[in-house]
């Protein structure tokens, strides 16, 4: 798919993000002033956003690929999953404080996150190499958190927003792949001492393994490749659930354990 934005486009639409997702304000979509936005433009802009925050001494950490569940993709509205960078300042300690104040519209969502041990490069990549070049599988909550006014949005303008991205916290009891079966495991999702998601984990593409394949080929397209000691998280296996401060949330999963998160 080719690029319709020039340049200045790119870094314009980059700077209008940066500026919503670090002082927390709600844009309308970018595809309404640039209707002709294709997927591969959203990637450049968020390509110039990493480019940027690495600048500024932020460090990569990983990736995640998203809309990969149909519980997420009916909610979104969108048929084909994405990627997001990212980076040590989104990392949030196992049951800590997330605060809501530099967040425009934050919602929680359960996902299996991967830790890699070898390089993993695309095209081509596949759900085997992904199982064997990972160190373990732990448990995670994204916190994500559309900057798009009213979570209205389209696949090019997600992905220049970077998937969302805002926060996330692992937790839970890591595992190594080859001693679980990462299709059949359920998860429920706990706000406030109640039951308001649950799924199980072949949501994500039958299996998340897959949806980290997916990840590294689209990353290949984009000249790049997925470094050993990666933190991937492989997509919501719910729907995301809007929180407030005062919330507390809880994501419960079969064979990994629970991780936890509040808000103020
Ligand atoms: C896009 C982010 C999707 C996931 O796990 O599906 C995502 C959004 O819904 O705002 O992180
Ligand atoms: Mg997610």
Not at 16 to 24: D, L, N, Y
Not at 152 to 164: E, H, W, Y
Request: charged share 20%.
């Amino acid at each position: 798919m080719s690029l319709t934005l020039n340049r200045e486009d790119i870094v314009r639409l980059c700077e209008r993000i940066e500026g919503a997702q670090t002082r927390a304000y709600a844009i309308p979509r970018l595809t309404d002033e640039y209707p002709a936005m294709t997927i591969a433009d959203g990637y450049a802009v968020q390509a110039e956003l990493r480019r940027r925050y690495l600048a500024q001494g932020h460090k990569l950490i990983g990736w995640k690929a998203g809309l990969t569940s149909k519980a997420k993709m009916l909610q979104m509205g969108v048929s084909v999953p994405s990627i997001g960078f990212l980076t040590d300042r989104m990392a949030r300690p196992e049951n800590s404080v997330v605060g809501t104040a530099d967040l425009v519209q934050p919602r929680v969502e359960a996902e299996v996150a991967f830790v890699t041990k070898a390089m993993l490069k695309g095209p081509k990549c596949a759900r085997e190499q992904v199982l064997a070049a990972t160190d373990y599988v732990l448990p995670a909550i994204e916190v994500i958190d559309s900057r798009f006014s009213g979570f209205k949005f389209d696949l090019p303008s997600v992905i220049a927003d970077n998937g969302s991205s805002a926060r996330f916290v692992g937790g839970g009891r890591a595992r190594c792949p080859a001693d679980i079966d990462l299709r059949t495991l359920g998860v429920v999702l706990e706000k406030n001492g109640e039951m308001v998601a649950m799924g199980a984990s072949a949501a994500v593409l039958g299996h998340p393994a897959e949806a980290i394949a997916m990840l590294v080929n689209i990353l290949a397209e984009q000249g790049e490749e997925l470094p050993a000691g990666s933190f991937v998280m492989s997509g919501g296996i719910t729907e995301a659930i809007a929180v407030k401060p005062g919330d507390n949330v809880i994501a419960r999963f079969q064979e990994l354990g629970s991780v936890s998160v509040r808000f103020s």
